[in-house]
């Protein structure tokens, strides 16, 4: 069964202002973009963005094999997982957003190097394995069946939505770069909308059931 409209559109609204935070994914990004042009930065952001399938086939073996053991256990995986997503918020709050975009010191590279370079960065960073394990579960709803179908669903929503907006960060990079260059404030207030998404979302998955 396919995941609900509301599902959908709840979750792809948390997912593309978490994308677009301050992080080192799409500032690098911008770096690469500013400094070797906008196709490299978009091959580089979509290489990351398709990252999060290897994150998403992980979730999905992960949450689905909890279901079946004990629906209990995914009980716990979703309390973890808001305490995770509350610590995450709360850092992000109490950051001071001193986000800057440098051209990044890279030589000059093909696209199926970059591509791949942002594909291995994003797929052994342990932190987005973590992330996607207390995000996912948050959005799966128990009564609608399969949870580890669900779960699969949103992390392929979450890729397609970070491979259009990561495109977007490339293209665009030399503008938004020398934006937040020129905006200290920029990222500050980025940090705050995206860590009080993460408490929201972290309270909600461990005391809304």
Request: proline letters at 4%; a positive charge; glycine letters at 16%.
């Amino acid at each position: 069964m396919l995941i609900s409209p509301e599902q959908c559109l709840g979750f792809l609204g948390a997912a593309m202002l978490i994308t677009i935070s301050p992080g080192p994914d799409n500032l690098m990004v911008l770096s690469i973009g500013m400094s070797r042009g906008r196709r490299q930065g978009m091959v580089f952001g979509i290489g990351c963005a398709l990252g999060c399938l290897s994150h998403t086939l992980l979730a999905t073996l992960g949450v689905g094999a909890l279901i079946k053991a004990s629906p209990l256990a995914f009980g716990a995986l979703k309390a973890l997982g808001g305490a995770y997503l509350i610590w995450l918020g709360i850092g992000a709050l109490r950051s001071r957003g001193g986000a800057r975009v440098a051209g990044a010191d890279v030589p000059d590279e093909r696209l199926g190097r970059l591509f791949g370079k942002g594909l291995l960065a994003n797929m052994i960073n342990p932190k987005v394995v973590l992330f996607f394990l207390s995000f996912l579960p948050q959005f799966v709803d128990a009564g609608r069946g399969d949870a580890g179908w669900q779960t699969a669903q949103l992390g392929v929503l979450f890729t397609l939505q970070a491979v259009v907006l990561f495109s977007l960060l490339g293209y665009f990079s030399g503008a938004v770069g020398a934006w937040i260059n020129r905006t200290p404030g920029a990222g500050k207030w980025m940090d705050r909308v995206a860590g009080a998404i993460f408490v929201g979302l972290g309270v909600r998955l461990m005391f809304v059931r």
